[in-house]
């Protein structure tokens, strides 16, 4: 019979846990009153020779391949029963270590998920345990182990019951543990999430064939936003949804004496995909398209004002970044682009804008 047992690193290492015992044990034998164990190593070399009462014995033996015997003596200090010389291996323990953890955020919603540790020294052999913010651990099993002890994959359980906040503790045989410096989050949601939001928004003109001219500010600061998101919640790292977006934009400029004013009225729809980065933050981006309602108005002073009205298809994309606060409140930073396609022209233009939301 094959018995395995695991080398301490050595004195001099740095890393925590390196006083990891390495034990024999067996079941008493009747009547015996003192037990012998000898260890040889692969030469035949005697390396440990020791005798007393008890039923097990503690070891110090640097890794690699070793033999053993236990004999029993009888309460006279005779050999009672000798048993057979067994191999025996010394395995080094290695100290698993933990990098990264992805993703960071999933749903106990829906179907199964798979927590992907990446690291080194981390195998199949390696135990993982979920410890919540509150001290609650939950033991999870391996599916998985990555080449050359790179990484594990972990199946979650789903169950409502185990949201919160995560570190990862990992153990190898040995007894050689750490845990992760970041964290992870568990969370249920519904299927669908909505987020209405509003905020501050500005166009920056890129590229005008009617307004070339006129419209040459970087930036034209007063505009609002009105938006309502729509999102699929699901245990996968990608969030799908669809956006509805109101916008509006007063530009005003004087040319040749004129005093010029345009009035923009935008109504979108965008298909986005959301990407949580950690519990808190995200980044999503989409594309859509909709209608603008254009009001051209110049001003001359003497009478001969201009004025023209036209409603025209757009086409429009967005990335922004978003910070949710108690899981609800939502800050949004990010620009669009929209490119408006008019009669006889077109108008590209860059919109940034800030939003405050609350998902539901």
């Keep these: 019979?094959?018995?395995?047992?695991?080398?301490?690193?050595?004195?001099?290492?740095?890393?925590?846990?390196?006083?990891?015992?390495?034990?024999?044990?067996?079941r008493a034998v009747e009547?015996?009153?003192a037990y012998?164990?000898?260890?040889?190593?692969?030469?035949?070399?005697?390396?440990?020779?020791?005798?007393?009462?008890?039923?097990?014995?503690?070891?110090?033996?640097?890794a690699g391949g070793y033999r053993y015997r236990i004999t029993a003596f009888n309460a006279l200090g005779k050999p009672e029963a000798v048993g057979p010389w067994e191999s025996l291996e010394i395995l080094k323990a290695l100290f698993p270590k933990v990098n990264r953890i992805d993703p960071v955020v999933l749903y106990v919603d829906g179907p199964v998920a798979s927590l992907?540790?990446?690291?080194?020294?981390?195998?199949?052999?390696?135990?993982?345990?979920?410890?919540?913010?509150?001290?609650?651990?939950t033991v999870c099993s391996v599916s998985e182990a990555f080449p050359g002890g790179?990484?594990?994959?972990?199946?979650?359980?789903?169950?409502?019951?185990?949201?919160?906040?995560?570190?990862v503790l990992v153990r190898n045989p040995g007894g050689q543990s750490s845990r992760s410096s970041s964290s992870f989050s568990l969370v249920s949601r519904p299927l669908l999430t909505l987020t209405p939001s509003a905020g501050w928004a500005s166009l920056a003109p890129v590229f005008d064939d009617w307004y070339t001219s006129t419209w040459d500010e970087t930036l034209y600061p007063k505009g609002l936003t009105v938006r309502a998101?729509?999102?699929f919640a699901r245990s996968k790292a990608l969030r799908p949804g669809v956006r509805l977006e109101g916008s509006a934009f007063l530009t005003e400029a004087a040319v040749e004496g004129a005093s010029v004013r345009s009035d923009m009225r935008a109504a979108s729809v965008y298909f986005f995909a959301e990407r949580p980065l950690s519990p808190m933050f995200?980044?999503?981006?989409?594309?859509?398209?909709?209608?603008?309602?254009?009001?051209?108005r110049a001003d001359y002073g003497d009478g001969n004002d201009f004025s023209s009205a036209s409603l025209d298809f757009c086409v429009s994309a967005f990335v922004e970044a978003r910070y949710v606060v108690l899981d609800h409140l939502s800050f949004s930073i990010g620009a669009g682009a929209s490119?408006?396609?008019?009669?006889?022209?077109?108008?590209?233009?860059v919109r940034p804008a800030i939003t405050v939301g609350w998902r539901f």
Aim: net charge negative; proline share 6%; with cysteine.
């Design 282 to 296: 995200s980044v999503a981006a989409g594309i859509g398209g909709g209608g603008t309602w254009s009001f051209f």
């Design 36 to 62: 012998r164990l000898e260890i040889l190593d692969m030469t035949g070399a005697t390396v440990f020779d020791a005798k007393g009462p008890e039923c097990e014995r503690r070891l110090d033996l640097p």
């Design 116 to 137: 992907s540790i990446f690291g080194e020294n981390l195998f199949d052999t390696t135990e993982v345990s979920l410890v919540r913010s509150d001290g609650r651990e």
């Design 31 to 33: 009547y015996a009153s």
């Design 150 to 167: 790179s990484g594990i994959l972990v199946p979650l359980p789903s169950s409502k019951d185990l949201v919160g906040t995560y570190r």
């Design 1 to 26: 019979m094959a018995t395995r047992a695991f080398a301490s690193p050595p004195l001099s290492s740095s890393l925590p846990g390196s006083a990891s015992p390495q034990v024999i044990s067996w």
């Design 229 to 231: 998101d729509v999102a």
């Design 339 to 349: 490119d408006v396609l008019y009669r006889s022209a077109q108008a590209l233009s």
